[in-house]
């Protein structure tokens, strides 16, 4: 065996963990190739939704009918959570969970006659490897790095299988983090730090290092350019945090943080660890100190029992906030959540309130494009267009290199983001 691919399903974590898996079987002695070519196809799975799930099979029989010949491995969040699921669909030969996922090098380099369908999976919750390389190539424009730096989570909402697939809340050593950062910035303007519960990095017994005190020594002790911070949950958007977003030039003015409801009795029966007042405190702070900024969140339709006046008092909530973009998502069962059990709301009702909130979305989303004509904004350039600090999409008037940081004009608001005006462009300080 000589050829590999390695292909990843889900989140910003999931790519992280691709990265590393593509980098340590390269070590080995193995060599990237495509799907249709590898002796060896890596699927690095997510679990989040029944549509995840569902995704991953299909590509397990595509690579198969494909690739006949090759040795399918299925890893990831799907892999831990029901891998006989996996083990017996045709052309998979090992199914290795989350809990294993560091071993997998040595797994398909050491069986040398592996049996159809073995299964290396473990508890998850006694692992302490954290997996991560960073992954540049994010989003496909290579200008943009995502760097996983926490794993796990041990909140327990109700609707959630990933801490049961990724275990216990766990952060990379901060030594760790600053040489990758300071790497990294070598070659890239921008670096997206990531985690499955970003907010609780540091938070492990002993440490008194957090959030933001990582990001003052990575502002610190390396030379990037703009740091910008993927998702990380209200109650962990300090003061501290903030402030410190706000007034560092060299952080992208964005905010997300997931919300899923607007209703304080659905937010309850998610076990989620905050209220809507408490919500709507951080989104105000953030918008106070960063008139300009991006800030976004998650939002579920159709949780177990949510009313139609539940998902009203959502529905207002939500468009009394500045939010500038929204993440809709439909909610789907996952077997083994507590909201499994509940009862469930109609799927068309589920898929009717998901349009509502896609259509307020968009309008937040145009009324806040449209107030960015005639400004100027720092952007960096992609193999394709550019992404504003505040993350909007900009078509260039002209092409330019990738991976620069520049300002340009706002000129109009396109279908999908803004469009430069014509002229001269300064790079950016």
């Known amino acids: 065996m000589q050829r590999f691919a390695v292909k990843n399903f889900g989140c910003r974590a999931a790519q992280a963990d691709g990265a590393a898996l593509e980098s340590a079987l390269v070590q080995k002695g193995l060599q990237p190739a495509d799907t249709q070519h590898a002796e060896l196809v890596v699927l690095n799975t997510c679990t989040v939704t029944a549509a995840a799930d569902d995704d991953v099979r299909q590509t397990i029989r595509r690579v198969h009918r494909e690739n006949p010949d090759a040795q399918i491995l299925v890893t990831g969040c799907y892999a831990q959570r029901a891998p006989e699921e996996l083990a017996v669909l045709p052309g998979v030969t090992w199914v290795v969970g989350n809990s294993h996922k560091v071993q997998i090098p040595e797994i398909v380099r050491q069986n040398h006659e592996p049996y159809h369908g073995q299964i290396v999976i473990g508890d998850i919750f006694a692992n302490h490897d954290f997996l991560s390389a960073p992954v540049e190539d994010a989003s496909g424009d290579r200008t943009r790095p995502n760097l996983k730096i926490q794993d796990g989570c041990n909140n327990r909402c109700s609707f959630c299988i990933i801490p049961f697939v990724r275990g216990r809340s766990r952060s990379a050593p901060v030594d760790q983090v600053v040489a990758q950062v300071r790497q990294l910035a070598t070659k890239y303007r921008e670096i997206v730090l990531s985690g499955i519960n970003l907010g609780r990095w540091g938070r492990e017994p002993g440490s008194t290092l957090r959030l933001a005190g990582l990001l003052r020594r990575l502002l610190?002790?390396?030379?990037?350019?703009?740091?910008?911070?993927?998702?990380?949950?209200?109650?962990?958007?300090?003061?501290?945090?903030?402030?410190?977003?706000?007034?560092?030039?060299?952080?992208?003015?964005?905010?997300?943080?997931?919300?899923?409801?607007?209703?304080?009795?659905?937010?309850?029966?998610?076990?989620?660890?905050?209220?809507?007042?408490h919500y709507a405190d951080r989104v105000f702070k953030a918008r106070q100190w960063m008139p300009d900024a991006a800030i976004g969140a998650d939002v579920m339709t159709g949780f177990p029992g949510e009313t139609d006046e539940e998902f009203e008092e959502s529905r207002k909530f939500i468009e009394h906030l500045p939010f500038t973009y929204l993440h809709v998502f439909t909610y789907s069962e996952r077997p083994g959540t507590p909201a499994a059990e509940?009862?469930?709301?109609?799927?068309?009702?589920?898929?009717?309130?998901?349009?509502?909130?896609?259509?307020?979305?968009?309008?937040?989303?145009?009324?806040?494009?449209?107030?960015?004509?005639?400004?100027?904004?720092?952007?960096?350039?992609?193999?394709?267009?550019?992404?504003?600090?505040?993350?909007?999409?900009?078509?260039?008037?002209?092409?330019?290199?990738?991976?620069?940081?520049?300002?340009?004009?706002?000129?109009?608001?396109?279908?999908?983001?803004?469009?430069?005006?014509?002229?001269?462009?300064?790079?950016?300080?």
């Not at 109009?412 to 300064?426: D, F, M, P, R």
């Open 342 to 429: 509940m009862p469930q709301v109609p799927q068309l009702v589920r898929k009717e309130r998901n349009r509502i909130l896609r259509e307020l979305a968009a309008s937040k989303n145009l009324a806040f494009r449209q107030s960015m004509q005639g400004r100027t904004l720092s952007v960096v350039t992609l193999e394709h267009g550019a992404l504003s600090h505040n993350y909007l999409k900009v078509e260039l008037a002209s092409a330019r290199p990738a991976n620069q940081l520049i300002d340009v004009r706002i000129k109009s608001v396109t279908a999908a983001g803004l469009a430069e005006a014509s002229g001269l462009v300064q790079l950016a300080c």
């Open 220 to 277: 610190d002790e390396t030379e990037i350019e703009r740091l910008r911070i993927s998702s990380v949950e209200p109650m962990d958007f300090s003061d501290d945090l903030l402030g410190l977003i706000a007034e560092s030039p060299r952080i992208a003015k964005h905010v997300h943080a997931p919300l899923q409801s607007g209703s304080d009795r659905v937010l309850r029966r998610m076990h989620r660890k905050y209220r809507p007042k």
